[in-house]
C-alpha cells in the first residue's frame, strides 16, 4: 500500500510539495501564537485536591501560600550608601505592587526593619525593643530615619544590633570568606504569584535601584516563580536558535557524506529540507490543540529531528540503490516506498504506539509529550513516503534533462556491491 504513493511523487510532485510548504506556511504562524508557560502545578495530577485547593488560593486570595521574594545584596555591603540604600528600598517596597504592607510599611525583613524593631518601644508595636541597643546606635551615628552619615561605621552598628539580638540579624546578614559583611537577604512578603512574576521582579528591581546603585553591589530578586519565568523566558529565547543550529549541523554531515558517496552534495540539503517542514508542523499543531512549549514539550524539536533525519536518509539511500536497478525513477520509487516505506510506517506506528500510552497520564506535560511525539513521529512518516520522494523524482529529471547522470554509477555500484551493470541513464 505504502508502494502506490508513488504514483503522487511521479504524476503530481509539485502538487505534493505545495501543499507541504502551505502546511509549513502555517506552521511558521503557529510557532508565532505558540505560548511558552511553565508551572510546578503542571506536575500534579489533575484530579488532585491539592490542586484544587491551590486554584481557590490563587483566584480568591491572590495567592495564599505565603509567597516570600528573597532580594540578594551582594558585595561590600557594610557602607553607609548601602545601608542608607537599603532605607531608601524598604520606603519604595511599600508603593510596590504586589508587595505586602503593614500599615504605611512593606512587609519585608532586612538589617534596616530588624534596627527599627530594636529601636521601637513595645507600646508602639515593637516586638524587639532593646533600650540599651537604642542608646548604643545613637553612639555609633544611626540617625531617627534609620539612615546614616557618610562615613559612618555600619559594620559596627550591625555588629551591635548583632550583639543584641543575634537570631533576627543571622536571617539577614552574612560576612563572606574574608570576615567582612558581604551578604544582605531582604525577605519581601509578596504575592505576585505565576502570572505577576516577571511584573513583581522589575517591580523589585526599581525599588532597589539605590542599592544596585553603589559601585561593587548588586541585587537580585528570586522566588520559585521567577525562577519559573526565568526558564520560560530561557525556553523562549533559545528555542528557534537551537533547533536552526541542530538542522545545520545535520544538513552539513549529509551534504559532505553525499559528496564523497555519489557526488551529488545537494542530496543533503533535499534529506533534510523534509524535516525542517516536520519540525514547522508540529508547532503547529502544538498551537492547533493548545499545548504550550515548556521544559517537556521542548524536546519536541530533538525529537522531530533525531527521528525525522534517519527516515529521510534510509528513503534517500534506498533510492539511490533502486535507481541503479530500474530504468525510471518512478520504477525505481515505487520499490522504495514499497521496501523501505513499508518498514518506516511499521516502525512509526510502533513507536506512536509506545509513546501513545503517555497520553494516558494524570500528569499534564506527560500527556502534553505523548501527544507532541505523535505529532513527530506522525509528521516525518508523511515528509519520508510524501515530500521526500516528490523532491527526489523532481531532482532526478532535473539532472536528466540537463544530461547528467543522476548518481555517480560507479561508486554507488561499489556501494551496494551489485555485480551488474548498472542501468544507463
Known sequence: MIGSTSALADKVPVVMLSIALVLGGLGVWGLTQLSTEFSFTDFLPEDSPQLDTFDVLVDEFGGGLGETTNVLVEGDVATAEVHNGLVEAWANLST?????????????ESPVSVIAQMLTPPEQGGLAFDPAFAQQAASLGLNQDLTVAPGTDVEALWDAAAAANPDLMARVVARGD?????????????????????????GLEAAFAPVSGVDGVTAV????????????????????????????????????????????????????????????????LMALTGISFNP?????????????????IHITHRYEEDRARFESE???????????????AGSAFTTVAGFGILVTSSLKPFQQLGL????????????AIFVLPSLLVLWDRWHRRRGDETFAHAALAEMIEQDVPVAPR
Open 372 to 383: 507532541v511525539t505523535a505529532y513527530a513521529i506522525g509528521g516525518a512518516l508523511l515528509a
Open 296 to 312: 517537556v514539550t521542548a524536546m519536541i524539536a530533538a525529537i522531530a529531528i533525531g527521528i525525522g533525519v534517519p527516515y529521510t
Open 221 to 284: 530578586a528570586t522566588n520559585e516563580n521567577i525562577i519559573s519565568k526565568g526558564v520560560v523566558d530561557a525556553l523562549q529565547d533559545s528555542q528557534v536558535g537551537s533547533i536552526a543550529i541542530s538542522l545545520i549541523a545535520a544538513m552539513t554531515l549529509l551534504v559532505v557524506n553525499f559528496f564523497f558517496e555519489v557526488r551529488r552534495p545537494f542530496l543533503g540539503v533535499i534529506t533534510i529540507g523534509p524535516v525542517v517542514l516536520v519540525v514547522l508542523w508540529v508547532f503547529g
Open 96 to 108: 510596590t505592587d504586589m508587595v505586602l504592607t503593614f500599615g504605611q510599611f512593606a512587609a519585608a
Open 330 to 344: 518512478a520504477e525505481a520509487m515505487k520499490s522504495t516506498l514499497t521496501h523501505t516505506g513499508g518498514a518506516l
Open 178 to 202: 574574608g570576615g567582612a559583611y558581604e551578604f544582605v537577604n531582604v525577605a519581601v512578603s509578596t504575592q505576585g504569584g505565576e502570572a505577576g512574576a516577571s511584573e513583581l521582579a522589575d
